[in-house]
């Protein structure tokens, strides 16, 4: 057996007295040929690995350079340095693989953010990427814990879809028709258009912006669902906080509705946190050190006002502030910032879309915590938010955390079928391509209300990047698919 290795999270979670084990890892530094420090993905921490002098040949210590991987066997000892509190007095040293250190791109020195993005397969072996993925890994785990603890189902939505119902964002066609404008083979309708009749599944199909309507069908059957899954949206806005794809958790409850919704979604993000602040304390605290650095390089008034645990530790104790959008615009229209005109979009009045300007306002400046606004413009929402009494708000909630904006966007569902039939003509959507969908307001409807939360909106939050960029392992944005 090759592996009978111990981890070097597990081996300094030890006491040094003797021990003999086998680690394996990549070699990050390599000083005074003696010194070692060796790293193998399960921890920032290195371990000190001792190449006693006169020991090992010549041949085999010029191999131990920086990324090159190695097998090492020895005794654990207290180390005589500061700064560890075991080193490893090595008896074999095994090269597993070679690396050329001239070559090799990552300098034992602090790179930027976007030099590590060109090299991204090779990023996770930096500290600051090395906790983002680890940190990243434990929030998807405890994703699944806390549904599976609630008793949802999950479930599996289709990532090829025919609907283009949802119109949230310019979506990716699927297709396998021979593409191009002039191509003779690409079958034509009579008025020159695509005949997808003849397309691989006999109907144009795109990847899917959402898995929602699909829940809906899990809830009224299972009563609690939820997705985890990949999403896809050609929309082509460039910013901080938008990929092409993205990974989305969507829970869909039947016999629920938008206050219990609410309550859900506040509770499975404080849940969240608590989770990685439980599990992964040893990274969030290199993850603030590196944000509280990199603020250093920012004008005053651009910092943040608490460090990343403090933050954490802040959306943990107190209330997520609970208001309507018709309250919001009140607010917005009465601040001072609009008075003196300071939005780029001006607040216009009841009805108007909220700019995200608008909403970092609210998080960041007015409540300085996370916000639920609720009750929006039926026009300005999508076409399966329940209708309010008032016949003209829509039953949705969005939540906006402070440096990131919308984190989550969810709805009561109009579960009464006139009123959904009414609202899907006024809004021109197909009710004959979404039957299947009106057949659950059809049979046994139900009270029913979910929401979608960003997965690597929630990643940038609990770990303060800024770049959702940096939270997802290969990221998709315009014009970039590179590995
Ligand atoms: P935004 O206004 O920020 O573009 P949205 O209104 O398009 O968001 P929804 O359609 O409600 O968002 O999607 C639900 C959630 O999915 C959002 O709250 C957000 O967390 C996340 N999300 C949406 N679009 C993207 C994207 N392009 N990249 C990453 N996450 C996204
Ligand atoms: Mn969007």
């Known amino acids: 057996m090759f592996n009978k290795r111990i981890k070097i999270k597990e081996l300094l979670a030890q006491e040094p007295t003797g021990q003999e084990v086998t680690v394996m890892g990549w070699v990050r530094t390599f000083r005074n040929n003696q010194f070692i420090a060796l790293n193998d993905g399960s921890t920032n921490n290195n371990l000190q690995v001792v190449a006693g002098l006169g020991k090992f040949d010549d041949e085999l210590l010029k191999r131990i350079t920086t990324s090159a991987s190695l097998k090492v066997t020895g005794a654990i000892v207290p180390s005589l340095g500061k700064g560890q509190k075991m080193d490893m007095n090595a008896t074999s040293i095994e090269i597993l693989g070679d690396s050329d250190a001239e070559k090799y791109p990552l300098q034992p020195k602090k790179h930027s953010l976007e030099f590590l993005r060109e ?42 879809t025919a609907s283009d119902a949802e119109g949230a ?7 396998t028709l021979p593409f191009d404008e002039k191509n003779e083979k690409t079958p034509r309708n009579e008025d020159g258009s695509i005949n997808f009749k003849e397309d691989f599944f006999g109907r144009a199909t795109n990847l899917t912006v959402s898995g929602q309507l699909e829940g ?16 896809f949206r050609a929309e082509n806005s460039n910013t901080a906080r938008h990929l092409a794809e993205f990974w989305m958790i969507e829970p869909e409850m039947a016999f629920c509705d938008l206050e219990d919704n609410a309550n859900l979604a506040e509770e499975f993000i404080k849940y969240l946190i608590q989770y990685a602040m439980n599990n992964n304390r040893e990274d969030l605290e290199f993850l603030a050190q590196r944000l509280s650095d990199e603020e250093k390089q920012l004008p005053q008034d651009k910092r943040s006002e608490m460090g990343l645990m403090e933050k954490l530790e802040f959306v943990l104790t107190n209330n997520f502030e609970r208001l309507t959008y018709t309250e919001a615009i009140d607010i917005l229209k009465e601040s001072n910032h609009n008075k003196k005109k300071k939005f780029q979009y001006e607040i216009t009045g009841w009805g108007m879309d909220l700019q995200s300007e608008h909403e970092r306002f609210l998080v960041e400046k007015h409540f300085k915590k996370p916000v639920i606004l609720t009750n929006y413009p039926a026009a300005i929402k999508s076409f399966y938010m329940r209708l309010n009494e008032d016949g003209k708000t829509v039953a949705a909630m969005d939540i906006l955390a402070p440096g990131i904006g919308e984190i989550v966007g969810g709805s009561q569902r109009e579960e009464r ?21 009106m057949d659950t307001r059809r049979f ?18 609990v770990t303060g990047m800024t770049n959702i960029r940096d939270v997802i392992a290969f990221p998709r944005t315009p014009k970039s698919a590179e590995f």
């Open 119 to 160: 090299i991204a397969h090779l990023r996770f072996r930096t500290n600051t990427f090395g906790s983002v993925f680890r940190v990243r890994h434990s929030l998807a785990f405890a994703i699944h814990k806390f549904f599976n603890d609630k008793g949802f189902v999950y479930m599996h939505t289709p990532i090829i």
């Open 216 to 231: 809906e069908l899990g809830a009224t059957a299972f009563g609690e669902i939820y997705t985890f899954g990949p999403t």
């Open 169 to 175: 964002g310019e979506m990716f066609r699927v297709t």
């Open 444 to 461: 046994g409807t139900v009270p029913h209300a979910g929401f979608g939360l960003g997965f690597e909106r929630m990643v940038q939050f």
């Open 417 to 437: 079928l006139d009123k959904l039939e009414d609202r899907m003509k006024e809004m021109n959507i197909p009710a004959e391509e979404l039957w299947w969908y």
